[in-house]
């Protein structure tokens, strides 16, 4: 079983939907999590951390259960622009190492 | 603003052949990160420095892989002898500890093709 898991989708949605992403981890020692994005042939760059308390940035909302394991990802009114690869990423970094763990990522693809 | 700069963006390369990638950070970062990304197994940590030290290598598959950072604003990564299997997009990132440690930059990646 792979460290952080994600369904990889694709998903296909109507521009201004809402849509939600979910993404598992198996340690239970891990620390912070992150959603970055990575558009086709690109490199990822990051979208957002995920507090325990839940975070939103605008049109995007962060979660984290930790007695699930689980964090997810909800794009309301998606854009085109949104289209892109999710990926999800947990840090269980001991003590000053770093060593982020990431998922294969969802696919999602906004439809005009 | 200059962000992280990889070279080559492609190479096409023989098995068996030497390969060395170059990445020079963003200035004023302190750790720099080389990725792997395929598409069965994603994005995996082959190294990670921290003020231009080796912290962890865990993930460098095998000695065919060596990964050197002389200096604070240029990294290279080689691959000798190179195999089919090592084809993939090998990332750069850095990142400013103490700060916002968890927020990589990334460079655009080098595609290597190895034949």
């Known amino acids: 079983r792979k460290e952080v898991e994600q369904d990889p989708g694709p998903f296909n949605v109507p521009e201004g939907a809402t849509v939600a992403f979910n993404c598992t981890y198996s340690n239970s020692a891990s620390q912070s999590f992150f959603w970055y994005r990575q558009d086709c042939r690109k490199e990822p760059k990051l979208l957002m951390s995920?507090?325990?308390?839940?975070n939103e940035d605008g049109r995007f909302t962060a979660q984290l259960n930790r007695a699930s394991q689980y964090i997810s990802l909800l794009i309301r009114d998606s854009k085109l622009s949104d289209s892109a690869t999710y990926l999800c990423v947990v840090d269980r970094s001991p003590g000053n190492n770093r060593k982020l763990i990431w998922g294969l990522g969802t696919s999602l693809a906004v439809n005009p | 603003d200059a962000g992280v700069i990889q070279s080559p963006r492609h190479e096409v390369t023989e098995m068996g052949q030497e390969v060395t990638l170059r990445c020079k950070p963003i200035s004023g970062h302190n750790s720099l990160f080389w990725y792997r990304q395929t598409m069965m197994r994603g994005l995996e940590l082959l190294i990670y420095f921290n003020n231009n030290v080796p912290i962890d290598d865990s993930g460098m598959p095998e000695d065919r892989f060596s990964a050197k950072m002389p200096n604070a604003s240029f990294s290279t990564l080689k691959i000798q002898p190179s195999e089919p299997r090592d084809s993939a997009v090998y990332f750069c990132a850095s990142s400013l500890e103490g700060l916002r440690p968890h927020e990589q930059y990334f460079g655009p990646g080098t595609r290597l093709t190895v034949t």
């Open positions: 995920v507090y325990s308390s839940g």
